[in-house]
T-cell receptor, first 113, second 115 residues
């Protein structure tokens, strides 16, 4: 079954510092991977998705992620953190049937001044 | 296009009652999925509907049910509420739902509190 593991339930960075949120996947078929962000009291917003077209995927708000098959990873990065980036981030993998997403437990990003 | 809308946004019920939540997908989207989000279990898939048919169901008891109407709007129902049903219920829509590269677009959720 397809699954993802997010390493680190809480990550704290200073404003202007590099953001790195880790996601490793397990999949018996070529995975389709997604990163979503959730702000307090809101739903999930898609940041970016990997669909095998390119291993480096650029998303909204300056985020990008690199698919590394050899490491079974899909880490999310942003060169310079903004205060507005503070939120919960979820990595997800599409199930083999295609009907659903399996989500990681989420990583809460704190950005300090 | 308007996004996914969910009503109501907040709901308080007592144990044993039943509740119905509503979701209107993005115009033109035919697939609607429901997820439950809790602090302990995270985001879990409930079920998915396409063209008024349930195509897939997660590992939830039969107290959780849903349906989809001809205009793609969907409702989910929880009967005999338990304290553990307190959660944020998220609805997501996508064009077809089964294309593995399809994006699921999420609504703001309905926060259900069971007392």
């Amino acid at each position: 079954a397809q699954s993802v593991t997010q390493l680190g339930s809480h990550v704290s960075v200073s404003e202007g510092a590099l953001v790195l949120l880790r996601c490793n996947y397990s999949s018996s078929v070529p995975p389709y991977l997604f990163w979503y962000v959730q702000y307090p009291n809101q739903g999930l917003q898609l940041l970016l998705k990997y669909t095998s077209a390119a291993t480096l995927v650029k998303g909204i708000n300056g985020f990008e992620a690199e698919f590394k098959k050899s490491e079974t990873s899909f880490h999310l990065t942003k060169p310079s953190a903004h205060m507005s980036d503070a939120a919960e981030y979820f990595c997800a993998v599409r199930t083999e049937s295609g009907y659903a997403l399996n989500f990681g437990k989420g990583t809460s990003l704190l950005v300090t001044p | 296009k308007a996004g996914v809308t969910q009503t109501p946004r907040y709901l308080i019920k007592t144990r044993g009652q039943q509740v119905t939540l509503s979701c209107s997908p993005i115009s033109g989207h035919r697939s609607v999925s429901w997820y439950q989000q809790t602090p302990g279990q995270g985001l879990q898939f409930l079920f998915e509907y396409f063209s008024e048919t349930q195509r897939n169901k997660g590992n939830f008891p039969g107290r959780f049910s849903g349906r989809q109407f001809s205009n793609s709007r969907s409702e989910m129902n929880v009967s005999t509420l338990e304290l553990g049903d307190s959660a944020l219920y998220l609805c997501a829509s996508s064009p077809e739902g089964r294309v593995r590269t399809d994006t699921q677009y999420f609504g703001p959720g309905t926060r259900l509190t069971v007392l």
